[in-house]
């Protein structure tokens, strides 16, 4: 499988993808902004509120928003409701925001 890269790539939002970032993710102690829906049902969702170290920003739905750089729009733009999720691999960060809830 290719290497994760995270600066600066959108990666796409697949349950096996999104476990591989937390582990890259705890495993390097960073921090990322994970766009993904809210959805409370995935066997990750759970380890996603663990590791907030901030609130929650939702997006605003607007043309534009799930564009390629080649101009495409995704086709599930302006249906899909989309968070920022601020997380960290950091678990005395993520625990400090945790106790503040």
């Known amino acids: 499988m290719e290497e994760?890269?995270?600066?600066?790539?959108?990666?796409?939002?697949?349950?096996?993808q999104v476990i591989l970032e937390f582990r890259k993710v705890r495993r390097d102690r960073c921090?990322?902004?994970?766009?993904?829906?809210?959805?409370?049902?995935?066997?990750?969702?759970?380890?996603?509120?663990?590791m907030l170290y901030k609130t929650p920003v939702t997006l605003r739905t607007h043309r534009?928003?799930?564009?390629?750089?080649?101009?495409?729009?995704?086709?599930?733009?302006?249906?899909?409701?989309?968070?920022?999720w601020p997380v960290s691999g950091n678990a005395s960060r993520a625990r400090a925001y945790q106790m503040r809830r």
Do not use: C, K
């Not at 890269?5 to 959108?10: A, E, S, Y």
């Not at 534009?64 to 249906?79: A, K, R, S, V």
């Open 4 to 16: 994760l890269r995270f600066w600066g790539r959108l990666l796409p939002n697949l349950p096996p």
């Open 31 to 50: 921090s990322m902004v994970l766009i993904a829906q809210r959805w409370e049902s995935q066997p990750w969702f759970p380890i996603l509120q663990e």
């Open 64 to 84: 534009g928003l799930l564009t390629d750089p080649q101009g495409n729009h995704h086709p599930l733009e302006g249906i899909l409701n989309l968070t920022a």
